[in-house]
């Protein structure tokens, strides 16, 4: 047996038995002890960081891989279903972010928390979604990447819903996990596909076999999974009303976990599309009207936590656009750096929100920098990441996919709505900074103001140096396997960073124009678009359930259950019955001496014609 | 078989003969004890595929789940009676007692039976104790009229089967279930070979029920008691999907065109069924609603006749019988305490019962099928076996999905849910037996992940 192999997967698999660990403590019938959150998950999580660096580092010394296949789980007829887990390069990679990330995290809720009576429980549902996540990424087997996928979707009800004795986070859980479920029948459909036509689940098996058939159908089926996991237009209202949750669940959906899953199944099982155009072009076209729509609706939001999540939304249809590039390596690189600053984000949101006694309007905001100077440095730094500035994290993947775009000769339709989405991404990232941190305070005077806590300060720090250092480190040691354009006009190469300026520049003479009075009536058509996102919600959002909902009562109950089933059935009968019988008993009076002198008579005729 | 089947028949004397003291804890221990040793019969080791058979009796691959299931339910019956028999007098608890014993004698001859008349004959005796649990026992007047439509329903769809089973008697000569496959097959291609054909199907068809002639099982579900309640989800309907799969292997040539109508109707009625949980207020008719449409998916997936549909069907009616018998129960464990079951009245019962919360989540998620839980590797063998045999029944079964998440999810969240209203705070706490029942039907669902070999059938 040789060493390296072994350790990679004995590490790795000591990786998820350390995360189990706390899930399996928890089953015992004596309470844990109030500091079990911190004790245990969050020294669970970041053991299992530090472990999952030593596969990390072989792979990148050396390049190991590998697929483990440990338990032969079930068979019907010749199918076979084994618990395997693949350690390729994504999830080699992806698996030290995530559990860096999450490790953060739990590190900020133990602050953010600390007065929720079931702190214990919160935590060990986070890491049970973290968990699943894990399970998700390095599935070798639809049936396994099923468990993982559905797990995050219900986790994520547990989580949105935290606060439940309020009804809309009930419907901000319910709304999550139905989104889900539509994505859900792609993958139903995919799974089923890929079983009546390939007979394996394994991943490795699928992509050998899928070279023979024509694989558009179940290629659309695991794009609209994709499009309910990660929120792409249409299925993306559940993203903003998850904000409902606590504010390190949506930093943790939102980063390393659940909305990247539907991502990273595409990427996952990217070598059955690469040659297939037209799941291609609509994976193109679905993220460019994605990150473009959503961008629009981050513009005017004025709830802090909605434009970071519509942000995240509109990185998501990024990342689908590179998808529809054929460069998954490339998503996949986003995915890496989005979910460093995407979680400091969030945790300087919520950082924000927790001092401001839970005020998220940014209009109430103003003047942080100087009460809270660390946060607003890193709220700033995380700004500028997801813009793409030059050397920061975001910069390395973002620019890559916009040349990427910019010298594939695809659609430039999608080119152009990509471009508009990334110079709005500017604008809301400024708006969100001037808001906040510049300026004056807009606020109570009586605001409990404090950052000088390590849980707040240690996680935001990490993931502030992980968002100026990740993308660098990432690029340096992940060679991409398709090798990129490097050489190209100037203008074409600076485009993103164009673009960003430009919509840096209108940011900010908009921004001046606050203090002014510009115009007495504004404009409000565009406003009020963006600011209602887009009507969507109060059309189709609504227009389906209330649809479904008034066929349940009135065709199938009213109508069909309770009058024609009923009166075709029972009660017809019922009904037809009864004149005939009231019929035959209408004779019957009682009337005996009619019916004894009808007998005599009938009788005696009867011998009479007898003896005739 | 007769070591299960002469235990089961010596609960009688342990129910006549114990102290009111002792009646309770020995019936449920004597029936658990039977359950334990029913288990054996999970131990394949023959070629033939039958096993354990006497002249009458025997278990094969798809009997066996059922039968276990059959035994496992006695002793949560006993158990979830209890509180509310509990009040009536000796003679009427050991009545009651008596009657669900008859049942699971009933039903393990049906079940186990490999004379086709005689499982006929044992799935019409079922009907009598359950109707008299459902008309003696029940809350409400409308017991009676549930008690009717029951009756009614499965004795007009069966009495056209007995005609046929005769008919199919003298062509073929036997009835016997060990032999069937080796009989010369028949030439059926007349009107009136048809008609035999659905004469075959629909009395199973009645009994699982397919949408359409459904209208009996909520009624049941929601007038009887407990017990009645989570045998008639767990098993009776049960017997139809068995009594399909028996009787779909003689009917061969035919079914494939015959079943056209049903197959439609099965799927449709998931979405229609679906719908009507979604505006349902009454908790226990919900949950029967929820029934049709998952049993509609377990005829469809058992008319498509390949052997995944099959297996998929089996998985569900098991796992199905556990988790819709354990949603019985919960609804239970509220009505014992609200003394209602309109949904709206009884919400936020998180705050007052933690516990019981996490078992109805857990319920829950498996009525909507969550992945590794045997109901999703049910409904996913369906669902593909559907979708081999027509891309478009898809749309059916994922809407079916999806609709479905939605009602579980809904139940959940406005049972467990939200603030407590202020008229429900004086309820007394769960039960230890609450819980007990409630892990024993969860718990074979969790440990069945880990083994659904014993559950598939003859795929395994």
């Avoid at chain 1, 459909?189 to 694989?215: C, G, H, P, R, V």
């Avoid at chain 1, 986003?334 to 401001?356: D, N, P, Q, V, Y």
Wanted: hydrophobic content about 50%; glycine content about 6%; proline content about 5%.
């Amino acid at each position: 047996m040789y060493i390296t192999p072994m350790m990679l997967s004995s590490s790795l698999v000591l990786t998820l038995n350390i995360l189990l660990y706390p899930l399996l403590m928890s089953l015992s019938p004596t309470p844990q002890k109030p500091q079990w959150a911190s004790t245990h998950v969050k020294t669970a999580v970041s053991t299992a960081f530090l472990i999952s660096l030593l596969p990390l580092m072989m792979f990148l010394d050396q390049g190991t891989e590998s697929i483990m296949i440990n338990w032969h789980w079930m068979n019907i007829s010749t199918f076979d279903i084994n618990i395997s887990f693949k350690f390729d390069h994504y999830s080699l990679i992806f698996t030290p972010i995530a559990l860096f990330v999450t490790w953060s995290i739990l590190e900020f809720a133990s602050w953010y928390m600390h007065s929720d009576p079931y702190m214990n429980r919160f935590f060990k549902y986070l890491l049970l979604f973290l968990v699943a996540m894990i399970i998700l990424v390095t599935a070798n087997n639809m049936f396994q990447l099923f468990i993982g996928w559905e797990g995050v979707g219900i986790m994520s009800f547990l989580l949105i819903g935290w606060w439940y004795g309020r009804s809309d986070a009930n419907t901000a859980a319910l709304q999550a996990v139905l989104y889900n479920r539509i994505g859900d029948i792609g993958l139903i459909l995919s799974m089923a596909w890929i079983a009546t036509n390939m007979n394996s689940w394994e991943i490795q098996q699928i992509f050998f076999l899928s070279k023979d058939f024509n694989m558009t159908l179940p290629l659309l089926g695991l794009i609209l999974a994709a499009t309910g996991k990660s929120a792409q237009f249409g299925l993306h209202p559940w993203l903003p009303s998850a904000m409902e949750g606590p504010t390190p669940v949506s930093a943790l959906l939102h980063s390393s976990t659940m909305v990247v899953a539907g991502i990273f199944l595409l990427i996952r099982l990217h070598p059955l599309m690469e040659n297939n155009q037209l799941a291609l072009t609509t994976c193109l076209c679905l993220g460019a009207l994605t990150t473009l729509f959503t961008a629009t609706c981050a513009l005017t939001q004025n709830d802090i936590k909605k434009i970071v999540a519509f942000s995240t939304s509109s990185q998501l249809g990024l990342m689908m656009v590179t998808i529809g590039l054929n460069q998954p390596q490339l998503a996949f690189l986003h995915i890496c750096t989005h979910a460093f600053f995407k979680a400091m984000l969030f945790l300087c949101s919520g950082s924000i929100i927790h001092s401001l006694n839970d005020e998220q309007d940014i209009r109430k905001m103003g003047g942080l920098h100087k009460l809270m100077p660390f946060t607003s440095s890193c709220l700033t730094i995380g700004s500028l990441a997801l813009t793409g500035t030059p050397f920061l994290a975001g910069f390395f993947s973002k620019d890559a996919i916009i040349e990427a775009l910019n010298t594939s000769h695809l659609n430039a339709w999608a080119l152009i709505l990509t471009l508009i989405a990334t110079s709005f991404t500017a604008v809301y990232s400024f708006r969100v900074v001037f808001f906040v941190t510049m300026g004056t305070p807009r606020f109570s005077p009586l605001s409990p103001i404090n950052e000088n806590n390590p849980a707040v300060i240690n996680p935001i720090k990490r993931l502030a140096w992980g968002s100026i250092i990740a993308g660098l480190v990432i690029t340096s040691v992940f060679l991409p396997i398709k090798s990129p354009v490097m050489t190209m006009p100037p203008t074409i190469k600076l485009a993103a960073l164009l673009v960003t300026i430009l919509g840096l520049l209108s940011a900010m003479e908009l921004a001046a124009m606050t203090s002014k009075q510009f115009k007495t009536t504004p404009t409000l058509p565009l406003h009020n678009f963006s600011n209602m996102l887009g009507f969507f919600p109060a059309t189709s959002h609504r227009l389906a359930p209330k649809l479904n909902l008034t066929l349940g009562q009135l065709i199938a109950t009213q109508l069909l259950d309770q009058a024609w089933l009923e009166n075709s059935g029972p009660k017809g009968l019922a009904s037809t019955q009864i004149k005939m019988s009231t019929y035959a008993s209408d004779p019957q009076q009682g009337m005996i001496k009619t019916y004894l002198t009808i007998f005599l008579l009938t009788s005696t005729l009867a011998i009479l014609l007898m003896l005739l | 078989m007769l070591k299960v089947l002469i235990p089961t028949i010596m609960l009688f004397p342990t129910i006549w003969m114990t102290t009111q003291k002792w009646l309770w804890p020995a019936t449920t221990a004597q029936s658990l004890l039977i359950a334990l040793i029913s288990l054996t019969w999970f131990k394949w080791n023959s070629e033939t595929g039958w096993m354990t058979s006497n002249f009458y009796l025997g278990t094969d691959q798809l009997s066996t789940p059922l039968l276990v299931l059959t035994c496992w339910l006695l002793p949560l019956m006993i158990l979830a009676s209890q509180n509310h028999i509990n009040p009536e007098p000796s003679n009427r608890q050991r009545t009651y007692l008596s009657l669900m014993v008859f049942l699971q004698t009933f039903l393990i001859l049906a079940f186990g039976a490999t004379e086709i008349m005689l499982f006929y004959i044992m799935f019409e005796a079922t009907l009598i104790p359950t109707l008299i649990i459902i008309t003696r026992w029940g809350n409400q007047a409308e017991r009676l009229n549930a008690g009717t439509y029951f009756l009614f329903y499965t004795l007009a769809g069966s009495l056209p089967l007995l005609v046929a089973l005769l008919l199919l008697q003298q062509k073929t000569g036997t009835l016997s279930m060990l032999i069937f496959h080796y009989s010369e097959s028949m030439t059926l291609n007349s009107w009136s070979d048809k008609i035999w054909w659905a004469g075959c199907l629909i009395a199973f068809l009645v009994k699982m029920p397919l949408y359409g002639v459904h209208l009996w099982l909520p009624k049941a579900h929601v007038e009887a008691p407990v017990a009645g309640s989570m045998v008639l989800a767990a098993i009776l309907l049960k017997l139809g999907g068995y009594g399909m799969i028996r009787m779909t292997t003689i009917l061969d040539p035919l079914t494939k065109d015959m079943a056209y109508p049903f197959i439609i109707l099965a799927l449709w009625g998931i979405i229609m069924t679906g719908s009507i949980c979604l505006r349902q207020t009454d908790l226990k008719s919900l949950i029967a609603y929820s029934s049709v449409s998952h049993m509609g998916l377990v005829a469809a997936g058992i008319l498509i006749q390949t052997p995944w549909g099959l297996t998929g069907a089996i998985i569900l009616m098991i796992a199905h019988g556990l988790v819709s018998s354990a949603l019985f129960c919960l609804a239970n464990t509220t009505y014992e305490r609200t003394h209602s079951r309109t949904m709206i009245l009884a919400r936020g019962l998180q705050m007052l019962f933690p516990l019981m919360a996490s078992w109805w989540f857990i319920a829950n998620l498996a009525n909507l099928a969550l992945p590794p839980l045997p109901n999703l590797m049910g409904e996913l063998l369906i669902i593909s076996s559907l979708f081999n045999w027509s891309y478009w029944t898809m749309i059916l079964t994922g809407m079916g999905t999806l609709i479905t998440a939605a009602y579980s999810l809904h139940l959940f969240l406005s049972s467990q849910r939200g603030p407590t209203p202020a008229h429900i705070m004086g309820l007394y706490p769960s039960h230890t037996r609450e819980h007990l029942l409630l892990t024993m039907h969860l718990f074979p669902i969790i440990l069945l992940i880990a083994k659904p070999e014993l559950m598939w059938g003859w795929c395994f």
